[in-house]
C-alpha cells in the first residue's frame, strides 16, 4: 500500500530562521511526487512537481528536492506570510493504481512569527 | 480567469437530509475528483471520474453519490446514510487523466446540525 508520511505536524520558526519539511514515500513506481500550499478555510495551492531522485525545484524562498525515498521543502529565511499547511502527495505507477491517483500525506503546519 | 468553482462556501445540514455540493471547472480538464479532509488528516478520495459519464468509487465512496453529466461539472451528494458528514470537502480537476498535478476549488464547509 502507498504510503506518505509528513513531518513534523507542526513548526514554529522565527522570521529568517531557516529550516526543512521532510516527505518520507513508499510507492511502487514513482510517478510524480507534489508539493502543495494550503491556507486555512482554502484549496490547496500548487507549488511543485518532481518526478526522479536528484531533481530540484525553486520558487522564491522555497525549494524542494527528491530521493528515491523522501522529499524536503527547504524554506529559506521564511517571512510571516509563509505560514501555511504544506501537502506532500504521491502519485504511483504501480498496477494497483489504475486510476492514477494521488496519496496525500497529513501535511506540515509551519508558523512563522515575525 | 480559468478556475474550479465549489459552491456553496458553507452549509450547514440537519441530520437525515441530503445534500449537494457543486463543483464546475472552465479549464477544459478531462478528470475530476472529490476529496473530504479532516483536521489533522490528509485528503482522502470520495469519487473521480475520467471521462464524461463515468467515475469511480475512491476510498471513502459509502454514503455518497456523484454524476458527470458534462466535461464542466461533477456535483457531489452526501447523503444521509453517510455517518459522519461534518468536513472539508474540495474538488479538484486533472488536465490530463493519467499524470500531472491537481488543481483545487477554494473548498466546501459541512456542518451538520
Known amino acids: 500500500e502507498d504510503q506518505v508520511t509528513q513531518s513534523p505536524e507542526a513548526l514554529r520558526l522565527q522570521e529568517g530562521e531557516s529550516s526543512s519539511l521532510n516527505c518520507s514515500y513508499t510507492v511502487s513506481g514513482l510517478r510524480g511526487l507534489f508539493w502543495y500550499r494550503q491556507d486555512p478555510g482554502k484549496g490547496p495551492e500548487f507549488l511543485f512537481t518532481?518526478?526522479?531522485a536528484g531533481e530540484e525545484k525553486e520558487k522564491e524562498r522555497l525549494k524542494a528536492t527528491l530521493t528515491k525515498k523522501e522529499s524536503f521543502l527547504h524554506i529559506t529565511a521564511p517571512k510571516p506570510e509563509d505560514s501555511a499547511t504544506y501537502l506532500c502527495?504521491?502519485?504511483?505507477?504501480?498496477?494497483?493504481?489504475?486510476?492514477?491517483?494521488?496519496?496525500f500525506g497529513g501535511g506540515t503546519r509551519l508558523m512563522v512569527k515575525p | 480567469d480559468g478556475g474550479i468553482t465549489q459552491s456553496p462556501k458553507y452549509l450547514f445540514r440537519k441530520e437525515g437530509q441530503n445534500v449537494t455540493l457543486s463543483c464546475e471547472q472552465n479549464?477544459?480538464?478531462?478528470?475530476m475528483y472529490w476529496y473530504r479532509q479532516d483536521p489533522g488528516q490528509g485528503l482522502r478520495l470520495i469519487y473521480y471520474?475520467?471521462?464524461?459519464?463515468?467515475?469511480q468509487k475512491g476510498d471513502i465512496a459509502e454514503g455518497y453519490s456523484v454524476s458527470r453529466e458534462k466535461k464542466e461539472s461533477f456535483p457531489l451528494t452526501v447523503t444521509s446514510a453517510q455517518k459522519n458528514p461534518t468536513a472539508f470537502y474540495l474538488c479538484a480537476s486533472r488536465r490530463d487523466r493519467n499524470t500531472g498535478e491537481l488543481f483545487f476549488g477554494e473548498g466546501s464547509r459541512l456542518t451538520v446540525l
Open positions: 479549464l477544459n480538464h478531462d478528470a
Open positions: 518532481l518526478y526522479s
Open positions: 471520474s475520467q471521462i464524461v459519464n463515468d467515475f
Open positions: 502527495a504521491v502519485q504511483a505507477g504501480g498496477s494497483n493504481n489504475a486510476g492514477n491517483m494521488l496519496t
